[in-house]
């Protein structure tokens, strides 16, 4: 994730189980670039070694709040230097604290005296997490500005089942890629399809693409990051939902239509990266077909609904963008796709170009604009993508660049 490269973050821990995964974090974090400091509580330290971070961030632990090795306060040194405090674990205590302005430790001190955006991952037991008072002192903080990484369900350090799981690492990451974006589509409703679409010949049976989702997803987490309001209609694929973005799931073109018509009123933009079938066969069996049943198979195949087209009929002042998947003559086709649906941009690629198919993490796509413009961007992410096709969104709801 390109918008944690080089980010300055500090990671809280406080002492409970899911310690453990603060260290996954932590790990997570520096991968992806990012210079991360830790502070923990002294409960924390039983549950986790601070060598352990000390070791996977490559920084020094902070715990004393009163160092004999720094001249500054340490509270205000890690407020100052830090771009995004996440607290993660918070233990019901700490929450209590924090909704209280209690300062009694280095943790809850440098919370208080931070100005960055603060992140708090709660975990806890089922029980905890329902309390009336935890509830009043989330709802505090997030009047303040915090943002709150609701736990997950799933079995807890006492042996039971329910909410308070500490939310899994890869979704914290995602939050702090949220936090740390300029939300310059704040207000915006985007809506986004991707993957393929499954068209059944027999219960069993289906045409389909090899469409795997990610370029939508990209869009998807990408106009999330940047403050916009994103529902994600997606057909078939293994790829989880991306997280704090609303998800439908369908299955065939007729599904995918519906969805989409469904969302498209309240919508500003519309981007369809979605591999929607072009065809379908003209009838779907109910029962399988066996093979020594029939000696050969003829399907006949009729046109699915053209999703794209109806919309550029009817798009009014929404901002369209659709998709050029093309083996051959790229520019071309693009042009005329553009062109016969109404787009106000469209994103081409080469799928037998190294790199740009299906189902890669990365891709080369040439943008082209209402007047024709075409602009090549070279191998990249396909999220770092995403962002090159909202940066050209954006300047279009400024009013300032429909023509590229």
């Known amino acids: 994730m390109a918008a944690l490269n080089g980010r300055r973050i500090l990671l809280g821990v406080t002492g409970g189980i899911a310690a453990f995964k603060a260290a996954a974090l932590t790990s997570l974090l520096v991968k992806e670039g990012a210079e991360v400091r830790v502070v923990m509580t002294e409960n924390a330290t039983k549950f986790v070694a601070p060598l352990t971070f000390q070791t996977l961030s490559g920084n020094p632990v902070h715990i004393d709040m009163f160092s004999p090795h720094l001249w500054q306060p340490e509270h205000v040194s890690l407020a100052d230097w830090s771009e995004l405090f996440v607290i993660a674990p918070a233990t019901a205590n700490v929450i209590g604290k924090l909704a209280n302005g209690i300062a009694d430790d280095l943790l809850t ?3 208080l005296a931070a100005s960055c955006p603060l992140l708090i991952a709660p975990a806890m037991n089922d029980n ?6 935890v509830q009043a002192n989330l709802k505090t903080l997030e009047e303040r500005g915090a943002f709150i990484i609701p736990p997950g369900y799933g079995r807890l350090a006492c042996g039971r089942e329910g909410r308070g799981r500490m939310a899994e690492p890869e979704v914290i990451v995602e939050a702090i890629g949220m936090a740390l974006t300029p939300k310059d589509l704040e207000g915006v409703n985007v809506l986004v399809t991707a993957g393929p679409t499954r068209e ?3 219960p069993i049976r289906f045409v389909t693409n090899r469409s795997s989702g990610k370029m939508g997803f990209a869009l998807a987490r990408a106009a999330r990051d ?4 994103v529902k994600l209609i997606t057909g078939p694929t293994p790829l989880p939902p991306p997280p704090f973005i609303p998800t439908v799931r369908v299955e065939t073109a007729e599904e995918m239509r519906e969805a989409v018509l469904e969302g498209f009123e309240e919508a500003d933009v519309v981007i369809m990266a ?9 009838e779907a069996l109910p029962l399988k077909l066996k093979k020594d049943q029939v000696s050969e198979l003829n399907l006949k195949l009729v046109p699915t609904p053209d ?3 109806e919309l550029g009929k009817r798009k009014g002042d929404r901002i369209l963008v659709g998709f050029a998947a093309e083996t051959d003559r790229l520019i071309e086709n693009a042009l005329q796709k553009l062109r016969s649906k109404n787009l106000d941009l469209i994103v081409a690629n080469n799928v037998l170009e190294p790199g740009a198919g299906f189902e890669s993490d990365t891709n080369i796509v040439t943008l082209i604009d209402g007047t024709g413009k075409a602009e090549r961007l070279p191998l990249m992410s396909k999220y770092e993508v995403a962002h090159k096709v909202l940066d050209r969104v954006a ?3 400024k009013g300032d660049a429909r023509k590229g």
Do not use: K, Q, S
Not at 226 to 229: I, L, P, S, V, Y
């Open 395 to 397: 300047a279009m709801l």
């Open 307 to 309: 999703i794209l087209a």
């Open 226 to 229: 940047r403050g916009a309001r």
């Open 128 to 133: 905890m997490w329902r309390h009336p008072a």
């Open 200 to 202: 059944y010949i027999d």
């Open 109 to 111: 001190t440098v919370a």
């Open 274 to 282: 979605a591999a929607v079938a072009d065809f379908r066969p003209e």
